[in-house]
């Protein structure tokens, strides 16, 4: 042991000789032993290796572990997040296979100032989606105005029909948010996203920082990192905020598809953080317009449901009539005033592909502002003139369909095969709505354990946020940093291989910081 | 609570406890092939018996051998009872209820399953008692957990009935193994291999040493009555249908339901008959068939708990 330990700190010390270096401002800030930014926008380095200023105490830990002492740590995480259960199914697989998300021990670090641009971008979007959401649901002034096509939305199949005139208390439709960010070459942050319906991932991101402050619990004392494990009271406060008229202590539960779910377990943690009933369809019933739940006391009065059910098979009366997975009459109910859903039903339409890229737009509308963060700019194949673009283009370009999520549904042109392209331009040709093309962007990295060695990684980042009124937005400082671990890949989805990464969000003087916090 | 939560609760609980005593079955029975001279009767056929799936058995294996046996009743996953199934479907319920474990609860069952699971393939080839004995020490580990990190309310309650009914029906099970041995060789009574097989299966509800505490020596009618109605030792039958009584009482206090569940009533009968029958009747009305009825009462107990709060209709 004593040899051991003497030997890591001999090598501490010959590492910082060798990479650390005055700056400037006469500190001395460590430089990543090794490592190869390679031309890309690194979070936790500049390019010459130095810390970012917020790094420094990471970067000083990781050069003073040994490598394989940090492959040791990222086991033993992976090993208590499978002994924990905290996986995610795999549906091919018939043995009902789980899987943990893969994991990465390092950090993304975002500082003060960025968060502070990130979440005022992220509260003046939601405030627009939300406008958005009532008037296309109610007047469609934006229609009339000439801001977005009337055939963007007929066509659009998450625009539901049977949505229209709904009045969701306070005007909130999308209470719960979890908003895809991505930064290029040049550091700056666009808008990739917005899911509106029921994002998941946020267990993982309680999860991770729940075992980093176990397994790294010096270098997190030291990082003034802001805390994220109030989510679940927030949430709590949340769906209590939106009960019905009347109802000061309402009965509430979280609605799953079910056990075989991909994100169940999600489900299941939040609904134990918030110590509220976890339900399935099969647990409700519907009578007088009223939600009850079967329990072994017989019928029970719910409130408020937290949905983690797609829009289209809440409530089999109203949408697919095939569903079991939602609760015939639900949606009477919810006309009644009855019952509060989070998040509204119809939210979807909001984050259709091409509807996205008319965001900007919304936000000067509803608004009268300038976006804050920008979209990617989009290419939208029903356009002519961009589709021709497009088709011209395949090579350089990532195209998606409108309609899928999840990594499906995608040609990243610079790696696909001249026949992949091919495939797609036949796509486009032959349903343009369905279709938006992107510039490939050179997404920023991370460090991450690769073997023994550390490598550029590149990393998405997906906040969330909480809305209980017009002006009642509340964004989780940090969020599910995805990471693809693959050398070069760009496709972050855990359903393609992809990670994750705990994210710390540096805390300004005054702010709250995680390690003062107990945990759970 | 959720009726579906109830269910769940008490399936997986139900689950956990046949899991341990197959185990216990296992367990006991090569520990006394171990011991038992080759000309005795084979320890291996009981076991099959006594599951009430000897077809199935015989289709799918012909005649039983230590393997056999122990890949049936062990490992088996086209088998609906056995010991893996089992474990596995109690994982399914838990997985399901998950948010109302405790943690540590759900952690102890998905470790249990990984380790038997992990562990099959070895044990079907060569299997040991120290395998078995490390599955009954993951279950007094998952009881420990069950009764020391959850309020016990209602969801403890249903667990509680689970465990215990299950229980209740696999004592009175291995007892029964003994009656199988037994038959072919009723002159072996009394003599130092009797001793030794009963010991064993006092061993196998671990009840050896409470046993000898008591009575010091072996005497087939008081290990009968140590078996079914013995009032402190908690895996006798009375002792558990005592608690799983007070569970079903305890959860019709809490329930707001006008008239007295099927279940409550049917089990008050059952433990009626414990208190008052005698061993020395039993014995000469035969045992077997005392059994029987016991495990017949303890399934209609069972049935009457889907309609009394599982929601079920009740078949007309």
Redesign the interface.
Known sequence: MTHNRSQSQASATQNQSQTSALTEQGFVAPQLAGYKCEGFFDELVDENNFARPDAENLIELINRLPPEELLRRQNAIEKSLY???ITFTVYSDEAGTEKIMPFDVVPRIVSAMLWQHIEAGLKQRIRALNRFLSDIYGEQKIIQDGVIPRDIIDSAPSFLKECIGLKPPGDVWCHITGTDLVRDNSGGVYVLEDNLRCPSGVSYVLQNRHVMKRNFPQVFAASQVRPVNDYPSRLYGMLQAIAPKGVTHPMIAVLTP??YNSA??EH??L??QMGV????G??LTVKNDIVY??????LQRVDVIYRRVDDTFLDPETFRKDSCLGVAGLMKAYRAGNVSLANAPGTGIADDKVVYAFVPDMIKYYLGEESILANVPTYLCHRDEDREYVLANLDKLVVKAAGESGGYGILIGPHASPAEREEFAGKIRTDPRNYIAQPTLQLSRVPTLAGNALEGRHVDLRPYILCSGKDDIWVMPGGLTRVALKKGSLVVNSSQGGGSKDTWVSAEAGQDIASDWQDE | MLSRVAESIYWMSRQMERAENLARFLEVTLNLTLDQADSLVDPWEPLVQVTGDTEWFVEKYGVPTQQSVVNFLAFDLEYHSSMLTCLRAARENAKSVREMLSSEAFEQINEFYHFVSDSSATQITDPTAAFFDSVRDYSLLWSGILDSTMAHDMRWHFANVGRLLERADKTSRILDVKYFNLLPNVTDVGTAIDDLQWSTLLLAISGFEAYRREHHLVNIEKVVAFFLFHQAFPRSVRSCVAGAHWSLTEIEAKSNSDEPGEAIQHIATLQHRLTESNVKEVIAGGMHQFIDLVQLELNQIGESLTYDYFNAPRPS
Not at chain 1, 277 to 280: G, I
Not at chain 1, 293 to 298: I, L, N, P, V, Y
Request: charge should be negative; aromatic fraction near 14%.
């Open positions: 002994r924990m259960g079910g056990v169940y377990y299941s943690y609904a134990q009933e976890l339900v399935e099969r647990d739940m079967r329990t072994t006391d017989g």
